[in-house]
């Protein structure tokens, strides 16, 4: 422990470079971009709400978006490992990298819902401002380097997040969605905190680095189950990783953590149904692969049954319980559920080509997603012998899209096959992947499980299309509005999973070495 202390004895608190500063321009511009436009909106919006304003904001995000993102592209450097505020954050290729495609899928997301809210009849500005702030709150996760900072970054996307689920101010089920979720991410948030203030008091710090230290130096790797664990003095620690990890299992909605994610999906607007679903859950799978392989890797064998049992209960109830849907945001709340159960095999199994599986799964999945909401975004459709328009809430309203507009819902399509591990798309390949890896490691019941769970979202999935396109309906229906530049930055997502098997190889070899570069960074801090 004194060994601890004298590490941070030459760190002083408030001795902050101003030099470092020129490491997080990035997230400079960004918040200040942002609080400049609320404060633009919040005096020229303020008497009148319509579209224009939607429109006017909209443009200006994808604005400081670009802006941002040429800067992210100068901070991109393989060589480059840069700890800045007494190692709270740090700077490095892995985490730049995934700020990158953050910023992506957050414009794309953006263009997507610009005319869904006009269709909606959707006038709230500030829904756009919030899309940023959050973003922000994402950038700093990605690169806290101490699970305070991570917290407070944590709490940042939490609060943009709350007030997103809530932004719909006439509609109830968002108001009982957004206090459910705000009620729940408390309690976690307080588990978080009281875990960290374990860990503070076991060794005086709440850097990533030192964890690390403490756990090799210790030797937990040699540990074989809680009972030496306990047997050893280290309980306080235990609990404390414990109630932190719950927080990011709670983010990613890993069973049995999942409770709040079908209602939210349910009760807020699509739009920021395909945010949480998307951009945020990439990033918090990211952050809870990046913890666990990183920080509490010599922690792993010791954290492995639980994670397993995870795995098992995300796999199981996610499957079984979308099987039993008939509305889709609540379906595909289920079946992100199970998706996760995978990921959590791949970093159970405590190898290289784990964490591999791991990060590709992440990657493959997040691109099937976006595809998948960006066609409820645009699904919007209107009876032509009535005139009455509708959205596409319920499985039965597909049939009224799919043989009207089958290209269009062809591109649905093939996420529903990439989702089933259907080949050749690249769901087949990462899903294979992940078996391997759990079958190289021994986790043979898992594995048995997971196909059964597998074969189970098949029935689901081809349910889906089954309705699309096999299901005769009385009248003629049409999309309401579909432009071709959201049909192009459709078709982008859909050429990665249609091509995965020409540039498999090297998608996960990039991916890797990327987030391998991440064990630099505590070379560094020896």
């Known amino acids: 422990m004194l060994k601890f202390k004298k590490l941070y004895n030459i760190l002083p608190l408030f001795d902050w470079d101003v030099y470092n500063l020129k490491f997080i321009i990035p997230e400079i511009f960004l918040f200040t971009s942002l609080l400049l436009l609320l404060l633009y909106g919040s005096l020229h919006f303020r008497t009148t709400k319509t579209f224009s304003n939607v429109e ?35 700077v490095e290729n892995f985490s730049t990298t995934l700020k990158i495609f953050v910023i992506l899928l957050t414009a794309m997301l953006v263009i997507i819902s610009y005319s869904y809210a006009i269709r909606n009849n959707f006038t709230e500005y500030e829904y756009i401002i919030f899309l940023g702030f959050t973003t922000g709150g994402m950038f700093l996760i990605l690169s806290s380097f101490d699970f305070m900072t991570l917290l407070v970054a944590i709490e940042i996307l939490s609060f943009g997040l709350y007030t997103l689920a809530m932004i719909k101010k006439q509609s109830s089920l968002a108001a009982e969605a957004g206090i459910k979720y705000l009620i729940i991410g408390a309690l976690t948030t307080g588990m978080y905190a009281y875990g960290a203030s374990l860990f503070y008091w076991y060794l005086q710090s709440t850097n990533f680095f030192v964890l690390q230290l403490h756990l090799f130096n210790e030797k937990y790797f040699s540990l074989v189950s809680l009972v030496d664990l306990i047997a050893k003095g280290h309980t306080n620690l235990l609990i404390g990783i414990i109630l932190m990890v719950t927080l990011l299992l709670f983010k990613v909605a890993a069973a049995p953590f999942h409770g709040w994610s079908p209602d939210v999906y349910e009760g807020v607007p699509l739009f920021v149904t395909a945010y949480y679903a998307v951009v945020v859950k990439f990033v918090m799978l990211f952050t809870l692969i990046k913890i666990m392989y990183f920080v509490l890797k010599d922690f792993l064998p010791i954290l492995q049954p639980g994670l397993q049992a995870l795995a098992i209960a995300s796999l199981l109830i996610g499957s079984i319980g979308a099987v039993t849907q008939n509305r889709l945001k609540r379906l595909f709340a289920y079946s992100s559920i199970s998706h996760v159960g995978y990921i959590l095999i791949g970093i ?73 591990g259907i080949p050749p798309f690249a769901g087949f390949f990462v899903k294979l992947k992940i078996f391997f890896v759990a079958v190289s490691a021994g986790l043979y019941p898992v594995v048995v499980i997971a196909v059964i769970a597998s074969a189970i979202s098949c029935f689901y999935y081809l349910k889906l299309i089954k309705a699309m396109f096999f299901v005769n309906l009385p009248g003629t229906f049409r999309l309401i509005d579909v432009k071709s530049t959201q049909l192009s930055v459709i078709l982008w997502p859909v050429l990665f999973l249609t091509l995965f098997i020409f540039y498999s190889h090297s998608v996960n070899t990039a991916l890797m070495e990327c987030a391998l570069s991440y064990f630099d960074v505590f070379h560094l801090c020896q």
Request: cysteine-free; charged content about 15%; overall charge negative.
């Open 56 to 90: 006017f904001t909209a443009k200006i995000l994808l604005i400081i978006f670009g802006l941002t993102f040429l800067l992210l592209i100068e901070n991109h450097d393989n060589e480059m490992h840069k700890f800045l505020f007494n190692q709270m954050l740090a």
């Open 348 to 420: 159970s199994a405590n190898s290289d080509e784990g964490l591999a599986a791991s990060l590709l799964y992440v990657l493959v999945y997040t691109v099937t997603n976006t595809i998948l909401f960006m066609f409820l975004l645009n699904s919007d459709y209107k009876n032509m012998n009535s005139n009455d328009t509708h959205r596409v809430v319920e499985i039965a309203d597909l049939a009224k899209i799919g043989k009207t507009h089958p290209f269009f819902s062809s591109l649905f399509v093939v996420s529903l096959l990439s989702f089933a």
